[in-house]
């Protein structure tokens, strides 16, 4: 007999959905709902308000910062309709700006969560680093003036690697019951004429922590720091010790992953 995964959730009619969304966070005071500031996760819930006729709630799997982008969002919600029996997802990208692209939607099975079942996501960010700033690039990269050293900055990075505790790299605003993290990856390399990427995977984030390490990166390398440097701000577990914050248009949500056996249930739509 097929195995077939129940869909609906929570009460009858209702399906949990799953979305993925790219943005340009530019003109957006980040992810989070806001009472008097545009956020993507308002523009969503605005739009499928809209189609359904009832408040939806949705929920997004990273709470990204004001001016930070997306390649890939991952979200869910409970379409009080079988969202395959409408075209949801042109529906919803009508109802959203040019600035927020439905990539993808997907009827989910009912323990599918948008949080609770990440197993790591990853982060990029940008930065053009030449003397001259290019106006093309300033929405979506740091500019960087002074030369960067992509192997020094990989040398340092190597410290940021493993299960740790980053709370010298958290910033205050959002209590979390641990600081404690696991970094599987953090690389840097150039990707285009004066551009240099930074790539950091793990299990979870803290509070503006992938700016807060790349401020810090960048601190460490203009100032000629040994890239020893790195593991005496970690060992100090104090955020003043560290360097400062990134400027957020360099950062992008570049991907969420879920195991393979949760991925295998959705179904896309």
């Known amino acids: 007999m097929e195995n077939r995964t129940p869909y609906r959730q929570c009460a009858p009619d209702h399906f949990r959905t799953r979305i993925h969304i790219s943005y340009d966070g530019t003109d957006f005071a980040g992810w989070q709902r806001q009472t008097h500031q545009a956020s993507v996760q308002g523009t969503l819930e605005a739009a499928l308000s809209r189609i359904y006729a009832k408040p939806i709630h949705v929920l997004g799997a990273s709470r990204t910062d004001s001016g930070v982008h997306a390649n890939q969002q991952v979200a869910h919600f409970d379409a009080p309709k079988d969202p395959s029996r409408f075209d949801l997802r042109y529906a919803v990208q009508c109802l959203s700006p040019e600035s927020v692209i439905i990539e993808e939607m997907f009827q989910a099975p009912v323990d599918f969560h948008a949080i609770a079942c990440v197993t790591d996501k990853i982060y990029k960010y940008r930065i053009f680093n030449r003397r001259i700033p290019s106006a093309l690039l300033a929405r979506y990269t740091y500019w960087i003036r002074f030369p960067l050293d992509v192997a020094y900055l990989n040398e340092a990075s190597k410290y940021i690697v493993g299960k740790q505790d980053f709370k010298s790299f958290q910033s205050a605003g959002t209590p979390v019951q641990t600081t404690v993290r696991t970094v599987s990856e953090a690389s840097w390399a150039v990707v285009d004429d004066h551009v240099l990427e930074f790539t950091i995977r793990g299990d979870g984030f803290l509070k503006q ?61």
């Open 209 to 269: 922590m992938v700016r807060n390490i790349v401020g810090t990166l960048i601190d460490c390398n203009q100032n000629e720091r040994d890239p020893s440097k790195v593991r005496e701000i970690l060992d100090a577990l104090d955020r003043r010790k560290a360097g400062p914050t990134a400027e957020p248009q360099g950062l992008f949500l570049y991907r969420v992953n879920y195991p393979e056996a949760v991925d295998n249930k959705c179904r896309k739509l």
